[in-house]
């Protein structure tokens, strides 16, 4: 078979490949947001705070800080300050607050290591601060509080998002294929008149549009994959080839796979149908 891009306007080719390349573009937003989504949540779960109830005052502090070095799940802990719980509740209310304001204070802020979903580390961590002499209570991230169950939901959309998106680059892929179809319509009479039948003509332009498709789509997603490495070196402090290979993981990939497979498919049966379409137009006249 003759080159599919023999004698192909060079616009055809490059919206198929531009609808690759946005369709491609879209999958790895997703995947980025997807990532951070991740990682939001990990470092939400990751936080807790220890409001120790007795003993009361600095001693009992000191006691809840010593029974953490020695706990499950807890990787760091420092009291709380006045100033940082003034900077925290600015942040959350939005208005100033003076650390000389503040009250003393019996919280410690502890970083939690990561754990499976049916580990108690609540009770694990009370349990070994009661080991300690020291009565207390972990106050965790709340799940649908406070930014809880944010992140499954942007995780969700923009999933969602870039299917969608994908399915109209496709729906635009196939709309142009048409158009080489249209293009090859008296090839498709001359078939007809020789006897070839309705599956026969389509697929010989189908084959046509998938290969072009196939080309179109291979030029986007590298296209879109380059872009993203690009915005990746811009957007990540310190960013390096390095850092940048360990962190990309194959899932990653998917979206620049995807493109020249989808834009091929999609131009096929885009091909494939108007070139069925022309054939019984052809088939009734005759």
Not at 29 to 55: C, G, K, L, M, S
Request: overall charge negative; glycine content about 10%; some cysteine.
């Amino acid at each position: 078979m003759r080159n599919a891009l023999t004698g192909v306007e060079r616009a055809l080719f490059w919206t198929l490949a531009f609808s690759a390349f946005a369709a491609a573009a879209a999958g790895l937003a997703a995947r980025a947001v997807d990532r951070i989504a991740v990682h939001y949540e990990a470092q939400r779960n990751a936080y807790a705070i220890v409001r120790v109830v007795a003993p009361e005052g600095p001693p009992g502090v000191a006691a809840a800080e010593t029974a953490l070095a020695h706990a499950p799940h807890v990787t760091s802990a420092a009291p709380m300050t006045a100033g940082r719980a003034a900077s925290l509740l600015q942040e959350w209310g939005g208005q100033e607050v003076r650390a000389e304001d503040i009250p003393p204070l019996s919280l410690i802020e502890i970083e939690l290591a990561p754990t499976g979903p049916a580990v108690d580390i609540s009770g694990d961590i009370v349990a070994a601060l009661a080991q300690g002499g020291v009565t207390a209570e972990v106050i965790e991230a709340p799940d649908t509080a406070s930014g809880g169950g944010v992140s499954a939901r942007v995780r969700t959309a923009a999933l969602w998002g870039s299917v969608a998106f994908a399915l109209v680059m496709a729906i635009i892929v196939s709309l142009g294929a048409r158009s080489l179809a249209a293009r090859r319509r008296e090839l498709v009479t001359v078939m007809c008149d020789l006897g070839a039948t309705r599956s026969q003509a389509a697929g010989r332009i189908a084959d046509e549009a998938a290969v072009m498709g196939l080309y179109a789509g291979f030029i986007g997603g590298a296209l879109a994959g380059v872009t993203a490495f690009i915005v990746m070196l811009l957007v990540i402090p310190d960013a390096s080839l390095d850092t940048l290979r360990h962190m990309i993981l194959p899932i990653d990939f998917a979206p620049i796979v995807a493109a020249p497979l989808g834009a091929a498919i999609a131009a096929g049966a885009g091909a494939r149908g108007a070139a069925g379409s022309f054939h019984g137009k052809a088939a009734r006249l005759g």
